[in-house]
């Protein structure tokens, strides 16, 4: 699944730490959801929707 999650970090300068941290998850689970290794939950999906302010279908794209 292809996302915008690494230019949504960018834009605010936050490391895959940083988010990782907000959303209460590790590091390497940032880094795959970003490289699509990995599909988030439908609940950590709605998370980081709601971090970001933005819709789920905004962020990812299937």
Not at 19 to 36: D, F, H, K, M
Not at 37 to 55: Q, V
Not at 57 to 62: K, L, M, P
């Amino acid at each position: 699944m292809k996302n915008r999650l690494k230019v949504l970090r960018a834009e605010r300068n936050w490391s895959q730490a940083d988010l990782a941290q907000r959303l209460e998850v590790s590091r390497q689970s940032v880094n795959a959801i970003e490289t699509g290794k990995y599909d988030p939950s439908l609940p950590l999906a709605f998370r980081i929707a709601r971090l970001f302010d933005l819709s789920i279908e905004t962020i990812f794209e299937a």
